[in-house]
Nanobody, 118 residues
Framework: QVQFMESGGGLVQSGGSLKLSCAAS????????MAWYRQAPGKQREFVAR????????VYQDSIKGRFTISRDNAKKRVSLEMNSLEPEDTAVYYC???????????WGPGTQVTVSS
């Protein structure tokens, strides 16, 4: 059974930084592309960043390019998101999942809350 456990969120001032981490209980983790998604209050969940199975390539949403960095550690079955120059618009619950999402049905972990104050 797949499980994702996100951590590392918190309250930070505009311009600050946070590093999110996701622990995956997923057999053959290194076979899957992984991604971070986020859902802001009153909005639909959206894609943030993704990374290929071996970590050789990444893709980012335009609004976070140059500020966020996704990485992974296949030995530890973890995927991370380093976030710098945070803006109030980055306030959301952040989730990790496979890319594309839905390989394991509509499963989502609990997410981690990121709040950026102006």
């Amino acid at each position: 059974q797949v499980q994702f456990m996100e951590s590392g969120g918190g309250l930070v001032q505009s311009g600050g930084s946070l590093k999110l981490s996701c622990a995956a209980s997923l057999s053959s983790f290194s076979n899957y592309a992984m991604a971070w998604y986020r859902q802001a209050p009153g909005k639909q969940r959206e894609f943030v960043a993704r990374i290929t199975p071996k970590g050789s390539s990444t893709v980012y949403q335009d609004s976070i390019k140059g500020r966020f960095t996704i990485s992974r550690d296949n030995a530890k079955k973890r995927v991370s998101l380093e976030m710098n120059s945070l803006e109030p618009e980055d306030t959301a619950v952040y989730y990790c999942n496979t890319f594309p999402q839905g390989i394991f049905g509509n499963y989502w972990g609990p997410g981690t809350q990121v709040t950026v104050s102006s």
